[in-house]
């Protein structure tokens, strides 16, 4: 069990949401890989804390799909496999397309420039050795063109996905060969928008998810032959 994460406290948050929190960003980042073991008492002490909240977080993770219950084992990681990640793709792609569309009807002048500093955030993101502070960026790009469709169910739906999409981002932008890809794709979404192409960027917004989709799809069969 990876050992180099620990808890932050938060005075404002009560101690269950402080060790989920610890525990979801732990997974995201790869800290505990797939498949590997959640064993309560391990954690606790690791953590500094009791059982009870080790088992709430453990509880909360399963219900986001970052962790799996197995029979006479217990919870683990939950792996990331290819049916489950074009599951969770399939319906981002439709939803991204559908956002793109709609930001092209009704983003604001000053969402476009949010979203023109946000492409120039993430470029600058991707020179640092940081792939939080990457992943970071990219959700805060994405984030400003759902908010512009005006559709807060759209919305909703989008940050239901939120969670497990962050897990295959972060898988996908720890490729660094791909970096220059996803600024190129990111440049493409933006002035589509600015043009008010609503096709070009629906087309736009398919091709970047299409493209995360085979990068993470490769790295899951590399990963596979290795073991």
């Known amino acids: 069990m990876g050992d180099n994460f620990q808890v932050n406290m938060d005075e404002f948050l009560p101690l269950r949401d402080v060790v989920f929190n610890t525990l979801r960003k732990a997974i995201l980042t790869g800290e505990l890989k797939p498949g590997e073991r959640l064993m309560e008492i391990h954690l606790a002490n690791k953590l ?15 219900l986001e799909g970052l962790v799996t219950m ?20 399939e319906v981002r792609r439709a939803l991204d397309a559908l956002c793109a569309e709609l930001a092209c009807v009704r983003i604001t002048s000053e969402e476009m420039e949010h979203l023109k500093e946000a492409c120039a955030q993430f470029e600058m993101a991707t020179q640092q050795n940081d792939v939080t502070v990457i992943a970071r960026a990219d959700v805060a790009l994405h984030d400003i063109i759902v908010a512009a469709t005006g559709n807060r169910r759209l919305v909703q739906l989008v940050n239901n996905l939120a969670e497990q999409m962050y897990r295959y981002r972060f898988e996908y ?13 990111h440049r493409i979404i933006y002035e589509s928008i600015l043009n008010k192409n609503c096709e070009a960027a629906a087309r736009a917004a398919k091709l970047h998810i299409d493209n995360q989709e085979a990068s993470i799809i490769r790295q899951i069969r590399l990963e596979s032959k290795q073991k």
Request: proline share 4%; net charge positive.
């Open 48 to 62: 500094g804390v009791s059982r009870t909240p080790i088992r709430e977080a453990i509880r909360k993770l399963e």
């Open 70 to 89: 197995i029979p006479r084992r217990g919870a683990e990681v939950a792996q990331i496999t290819e049916k489950s990640l074009k599951d969770v793709l």
């Open 173 to 185: 932008i720890k490729d660094k060969s791909q970096h220059e890809k996803l600024i190129e794709e």
